[in-house]
């Protein structure tokens, strides 16, 4: 079976396509119905002018247009429920991936996959897969046809052979432009809600003009893709259109020349006229929902590759708890706009419940090596492991429980106080007052219209900076992590607030929680245990911070 994760997921779903497939055989069998009573028709009751013929030919195929009205339907719903079967099988994946992605590369079109998934499911659920379950009878029909008169089903096997032909010059010549119209998409989309994260300085600041321009130039090499391709499937319909007709009336008139040499009776000419229709049905839906099937393939292409990226970084340790113990051995980190490395092999190790500062100078490389600890800096090398376990090799739920993070700017999402401390997961009354108190944010919480139920706006916007690191601190400690890592934690905060992260630090300690501080104030060394000084991504000082204190030397 193939390793595809989309193809795995269609494999779950063999037994409704089998179905499908018999819901299809059904209906195409019973497709022959119209020809076959025309047929009869002609050649039988008009002959023989039997009424009760006709009545009895008649009410069978009453019958039977009935079971093949009925197939249809039945494969049609199955075809929906395979296609909401199909996302609840991918959507979690994909949505993983999206983030796996997106941390990577910010500016990846990942944030578009699930309009990829939702183009995928809707051609599960439309005509052009049907013309996919159809398309093997077209064979079947022709063969029927040169039963009929070998003229015929050479003349069928021509016209079929010049449709098959002209779907694959529409598929080479459009696939391309599918694609660049798809990328040209993306990248503007991507490009103005990337702006729009930052809409308050580009208001304050004059810059809408400025960033018009630049998406202007994006948008309209989509609309020139867009207009390439809607001019190519334009062509392409209006032959696929013409060459339908054509065939229809190219098998009409060889089969008026068959009766007229006597060769065929006139019954049979108006049945072949059907059966050589319903052989060129499938290419007719094909041709009206290619542009659908371009973007569903484009679609399976990149769900592919995102869902397997992700699953290539899916760890599967875990553990009920960690000790909190760090190993870094000659670890680099690299970025995708500098050729030299961000962090160039540093070695070190952190003990459970030491209290690490690393310090350093604007551009060292402390914020990034905050990043690589957590195990979400997108490019590393080398090992680094969390009691004694690779990283990569963790489950990340499972890790991330245990772990706590303040970055310097302080992100909420659009959700309640409480779901924020708890991390979007069920709150925890208990677990989330807890932190909040730790946090010394209790109260401030309380002052909230609604308390711990009051829903912030994304990012948070509706609260000050410091209620903002406050209550960010409070997700940190949420559950007692066995690690904290603090990203310039006083940040924003006011007297108050710094009070409250110096006793945040003393309880951690006592609590042996390792913790990692990015500090530029010397202040916070106080509460330090260990001092690691950066200098262009290199380890220049490791040792004890009274030491380093004692000795005078900056941050």
């Known amino acids: 079976m193939s390793k595809n994760p989309i193809a795995k997921a269609l494999h779950g779903l063999r037994r409704e396509v089998a179905w499908v497939g018999l819901f299809s055989f059904v209906a195409n069998l019973l497709a022959l119905t119209p020809a076959l009573y025309s047929l009869q028709i002609m050649d039988r009751v008009m002959v023989y002018r039997n009424e009760f013929t006709l009545l009895t030919i008649t009410a069978i195929v009453l019958l039977l247009y009935a079971v093949a009205s009925a197939s249809e339907w039945l494969r049609s719903r199955l075809m929906i429920r395979m296609s909401v079967r199909l996302d609840e099988l991918l959507n979690q994946g994909v949505f993983r991936g999206i983030f796996d992605a997106y941390l990577k590369r910010p500016d990846s079109r990942s944030v578009t996959a699930m309009n990829d998934l939702t183009q995928l499911r809707q051609f599960l659920a439309g005509q052009g897969l049907f013309a996919m379950f159809d398309a093997p009878w077209t064979p079947i029909y022709i063969a029927i046809l040169y039963v009929m008169h070998p003229v015929l089903g050479y003349s069928a096997i021509s016209l079929a052979l010049l449709s098959t032909l002209i779907a694959v010059l529409g598929q080479r010549q459009s696939a391309r432009l599918a694609r660049d119209m798809q990328e040209s998409q993306d990248e503007h989309a991507t490009y103005l809600q990337s702006k ?30 867009n207009e390439a391709m809607q001019s190519k499937m334009r062509l392409f319909h209006g032959v696929s259109r013409y060459l339908g007709q054509l065939q229809g009336s190219l098998i009409l008139a060889v089969a008026a020349l068959l009766m007229i040499e006597r060769e065929l009776s006139l019954g049979a000419m108006v049945a072949a006229t059907m059966i050589m229709g319903q052989a060129t049905r499938p290419f007719g839906m094909l041709a009206a ?8 393939r484009l679609a ?38 500098r050729s030299a490395a961000v962090l160039d092999q540093l070695t070190f190790d952190v003990s459970p419940g030491e209290c690490l500062a690393i310090v350093g100078s604007s551009g060292a490389g402390k914020s990034t090596l905050a990043r690589v600890l957590l195990g979400i800096w997108p490019d590393t090398r080398g090992y680094l492991a969390v009691d004694g376990v690779e990283v990569a090799q963790w489950d990340r739920e499972n890790l991330g429980q245990f772990m706590g993070y303040v970055p310097q ?13 708890c991390r979007m997961g069920e709150p925890d009354s208990d677990a989330v007052v807890d932190a909040a108190r730790r946090a010394a944010a209790h109260e401030l919480i309380l002052r909230l219209p609604q308390g711990y139920e009051t829903r912030l706006a994304d990012q948070g916007v509706s609260l000050s900076g410091g209620q903002r690191q406050r209550i960010g601190l409070a997700r940190a400690l949420y559950g007692r992590p066995r690690i904290v890592v603090m990203d310039e934690p006083n940040t924003h905060l006011d007297d108050q607030g710094l009070a409250a992260l110096v006793l945040i630090l003393k309880r951690l300690k006592e609590e042996a929680c390792t913790v990692l501080l990015i500090v530029h104030q010397e202040a916070l060394l106080t509460y330090a245990d260990r001092v690691l000084k950066l200098d262009q991504g290199r380890i220049v000082y490791d040792g004890d911070a009274k030491v380093y204190r004692a000795e005078g030397a900056t941050s």
Do not use: C, P
């Not at 309209?220 to 893709?225: D, H, I, Q, T």
């Not at 929902?289 to 569903?296: G, I, K, R, T």
């Not at 700017?409 to 106080?417: E, I, P």
């Open 196 to 225: 729009l994260k930052n809409i308050e300085i580009v208001e304050s600041l004059g810059m809408g003009r400025g960033i018009y321009l630049q998406w202007e130039q994006r948008y309209l090499v989509f609309v020139k893709a």
């Open 289 to 296: 929902s290619w542009s659908q099937f371009l973007q569903a």
């Open 300 to 337: 399976f292409r990149e769900l592919s590759d995102l869902i397997e990226q992700a699953s290539e970084h899916e760890g599967e340790h875990r553990a009920d708890t960690i000790e909190g113990a760090i190993s870094v051995r000659r670890l680099s980190a690299f970025a995708n706009d």
């Open 409 to 421: 700017q302080v992100q909420l999402f659009d959700a309640s106080v409480a779901e924020n401390i």
